[in-house]
C-alpha cells in the first residue's frame, strides 16, 4: 500500500514545479514585450508623456466650469472640495481599465500581424498564461505611466493626498486589476473570432468610461447607470482610492467596498477564464485560428 505522506508530498512538488513553469513562462512573456517596446525609445517615451496630455483638458475644463479649483457643489455630492485632485485620482487609476481592454485585447492581435500567435500558441502552457504575460507588461508600464502623471500634477498643482491612504488604495486597486483580469481575457479572446478585437474593446470601453465615477460624482449619473455602476469593479477602485486618499464619500462601507470588489473578481475572472476557454477551442475545431 503506498504512503499517503508520500503521495501528498509528490502531488505537491508536482504542483510546485508547474507553478513555477508558469510563473517563467508568464515572466518570458513580460520580458518579450519590454525588449520590443524598448527598441523604440521615442515611442516608449511618448507613451509616458501622452497620459498627462490627455490629462489636462479634464483638469482645465474641470476648473473653467465651476470657476475655480475648489467647488461647494462637489464637497455637498463627495465631501471634497478639490476638483483637481478628484479627477487627477479618478483619471490616473483608469488607465488600468485601458491596460486591461486594450493592452490585453490587442495583445493577440499583435501576434497576428507579428506572424508568430501559432508559434507562442504552441507553448506547452494554456492559452491563457500568455494573456497572463502581457497583462504583467501592462501592469507594470501602467504603473510607470502614474508616476509620471502624479510627479507632473503634484509640480503643477500641488494636489494634496492623505499618505497613510496610499496602500490601502493600492490594495483595492489590486483587487480592481485581478477583475479587470478577466475582462481583459475576455477582449483577448474576441480577436480569436473577429480579428479586430479593438471594435469590443472600443465599444466596451467607452461604456465603462461613463459610467465609471473619473471625472464627476457618481451621483449626477442616472438611477440605471448608477446600478449599472456598481457591477464593474473600477467604480469601486476609483471610489475606494479617492477615499483613502482625499475623504471622498463612498456612499457605503470599506468593508462592503473590498467584499463586492472581492465577488466582482471571482465572477469576472471565472467568467473571462470560460469565455477565453470556448473561444479557443471554438478557432482550434474550425480552423480559423491562423486567419487574418
Not at 16 to 29: I, Q, T
Not at 129 to 151: C, E, K, N, R, W
Request: net charge positive; hydrophobic share 55%; charged share 10%.
Amino acid at each position: 500500500m503506498a504512503d499517503t505522506g508520500s503521495l501528498d508530498h509528490s502531488t505537491t512538488w508536482s504542483l510546485w514545479r508547474r507553478l513555477r513553469h508558469y510563473a517563467n513562462a508568464v515572466w518570458a512573456e513580460n520580458i518579450k514585450e519590454w525588449k520590443l517596446e524598448l527598441t523604440y525609445p521615442l515611442d516608449f517615451l511618448r507613451s509616458l508623456i501622452a497620459p498627462v496630455v490627455y490629462l489636462l483638458p479634464y483638469v482645465l475644463y474641470g476648473v473653467a466650469l465651476v470657476g475655480g479649483r475648489y467647488s461647494p457643489n462637489l464637497q455637498k455630492l463627495t465631501g471634497t472640495t478639490d476638483i483637481v485632485s478628484f479627477i487627477t485620482i479618478g483619471y490616473v487609476f483608469i488607465g488600468f481599465m485601458n491596460m486591461a481592454l486594450w493592452a490585453m485585447g490587442f495583445s493577440l492581435r499583435k501576434e497576428q500581424m507579428y506572424g508568430t500567435l501559432e508559434a507562442v500558441f504552441a507553448a506547452p502552457v494554456p492559452r491563457w498564461i500568455f494573456t497572463m504575460g502581457m497583462s504583467m507588461h501592462s501592469i507594470l508600464h501602467q504603473f510607470l505611466m502614474i508616476a509620471v502623471q502624479l510627479l507632473f500634477i503634484l509640480a503643477v498643482f500641488s494636489i494634496k493626498i492623505n499618505p497613510l491612504g496610499l496602500l490601502p488604495a493600492l490594495a483595492m486597486i489590486g483587487l480592481m486589476l485581478i477583475a479587470l483580469y478577466g475582462i481583459g481575457m475576455i477582449m483577448a479572446s474576441t480577436t480569436l473570432i473577429f480579428k479586430q478585437g479593438g471594435l469590443i474593446s472600443d465599444a466596451l470601453g467607452s461604456i465603462l468610461m461613463v459610467i465609471t465615477p473619473i471625472a464627476y460624482p457618481l451621483a449626477v449619473l442616472p438611477v440605471f447607470m448608477q446600478k449599472a455602476a456598481l457591477a464593474v469593479p473600477t467604480t469601486y477602485g476609483i471610489l475606494a482610492a479617492r477615499h483613502f486618499l482625499t475623504g471622498e464619500q463612498m456612499g457605503f462601507s470599506v468593508g462592503t467596498a473590498f467584499l463586492r470588489v472581492a465577488v466582482l473578481c471571482v465572477v469576472w475572472v471565472v467568467f473571462g477564464l470560460v469565455v477565453f476557454a470556448m473561444i479557443d477551442k471554438y478557432t482550434r475545431r474550425s480552423g480559423t485560428l491562423s486567419h487574418y
